[in-house]
């Protein structure tokens, strides 16, 4: 009776929780929609801003103080454009399927979190192999895995002299690897068999969902691919992902 009762507590608990989860879900893919319209809105003040200022910029007699204001307000928002066409591009719900250069799409979601990563004073290395060949996938869904695996990264590193190093590389059978290496806590031992879990997080209670992961390598596993965590407590992580080029390899 007793086993039955705890058995009927738990499952309980666990509909309660996917419940919330579930509610969460639905309000954030709210927000990303209406997000999307302000970010949307955004862009034409902005363009309003880069043209009146390099206007100005192309004035004569314009006091040198003033240039230099003028030059870095034209800096600042031509930044914010494109962070909002990248935020835009990155919410695109369209299948992306092409030919990627990994190196670029790397670059583009490093610029990306370049704030988040300052913000964590966190310096971001890379070591890119240029001679890579373009990987025929859906570009959308490659970037949401380096996304989730480098906010994992900065998210491990609370504290100031964080390092991320993102590395990629030519692999045999026609693939290209890339590995994202953190100098963070670590994942403790009990743990890292788990790390893909479903619903499974180390993170603080509110911090984490425990969906990142699991849906980052059920999506490298869709593209034919395979990912793989090191990592040692008190001595950082790695994360590497390997990818087919192939286009036969991909799964539909």
């Not at 692999?171 to 806590?185: L, M, Q, Y």
């Not at 893909?196 to 999506?219: A, I, N």
């Not at 040692?232 to 992580?237: I, K, L, M, S």
């Given at each position: 009776?007793?086993?039955?009762?705890?058995?009927?507590?738990?499952?309980?608990?666990?509909?309660?929780?996917?419940?919330r989860q579930?509610?969460?879900?639905?309000?954030?893919a709210?927000?990303?929609?209406?997000?999307a319209?302000?970010?949307?809105?955004?862009?034409?003040?902005?363009?309003?801003?880069i043209?009146a200022?390099?206007?100005?910029?192309?004035?004569?007699?314009?006091?040198?103080?003033?240039?230099?204001?003028?030059?870095?307000?034209?800096?600042?928002?031509q930044?914010l454009?494109?962070?909002?066409?990248?935020l835009?591009?990155?919410?695109?719900?369209?299948?992306?399927?092409?030919?990627v250069?990994?190196?670029l799409?790397?670059?583009?979601?490093?610029?990306?979190?370049?704030?988040?990563?300052?913000?964590r004073?966190?310096?971001?290395?890379?070591?890119?192999?240029?001679?890579?060949?373009?990987?025929?996938?859906?570009?959308?869904?490659l970037?949401?895995?380096?996304?989730?695996?480098?906010?994992?990264?900065?998210?491990?590193?609370?504290?100031?002299?964080?390092?991320?190093?993102?590395?990629?590389?030519?692999?045999?059978?026609?693939?290209?690897?890339?590995?994202?290496?953190?100098?963070?806590?670590g994942?403790?031992?009990?743990?890292i068999?788990?790390?893909?879990?479903?619903?499974?997080?180390?993170?603080?209670?509110?911090?984490?969902?425990?969906?990142?992961?699991?849906?980052?390598?059920?999506?490298?596993?869709t593209?034919?691919?395979?990912?793989?965590?090191?990592?040692?407590?008190?001595?950082?992580?790695?994360?590497?992902?390997?990818?087919?080029v192939?286009?036969?390899?991909?799964?539909?």
């Amino acid at each position: 009776m007793k086993d039955s009762a705890a058995r009927y507590s738990d499952e309980a608990i666990i509909t309660t929780d996917l419940l919330r989860q579930l509610a969460y879900n639905e309000k954030m893919a709210e927000l990303g929609k209406i997000s999307a319209g302000v970010v949307h809105e955004l862009n034409a003040p902005l363009s309003v801003i880069i043209s009146a200022s390099q206007m100005i910029m192309r004035e004569e007699g314009v006091p040198e103080a003033v240039q230099e204001m003028i030059s870095r307000i034209s800096s600042e928002a031509q930044r914010l454009s494109h962070l909002t066409k990248g935020l835009l591009n990155f919410s695109s719900p369209d299948e992306t399927v092409s030919d990627v250069d990994l190196n670029l799409t790397i670059d583009f979601i490093l610029n990306f979190l370049n704030f988040e990563a300052a913000r964590r004073g966190v310096m971001v290395l890379k070591q890119l192999d240029y001679t890579l060949p373009t990987i025929r996938l859906d570009a959308n869904l490659l970037k949401q895995i380096l996304l989730n695996i480098i906010m994992n990264a900065l998210q491990a590193m609370e504290r100031d002299g964080g390092k991320l190093l993102v590395e990629t590389a030519a692999v045999e059978a026609d693939g290209v690897s890339f590995a994202i290496t953190d100098n963070g806590p670590g994942i403790p031992a009990e743990a890292i068999d788990r790390i893909f879990d479903r619903y499974f997080t180390t993170k603080k209670p509110g911090e984490g969902t425990g969906l990142g992961l699991f849906v980052t390598k059920s999506l490298v596993e869709t593209m034919g691919g395979t990912i793989v965590v090191t990592s040692r407590n008190g001595g950082g992580t790695t994360f590497t992902v390997i990818l087919p080029v192939s286009e036969k390899h991909l799964k539909h």
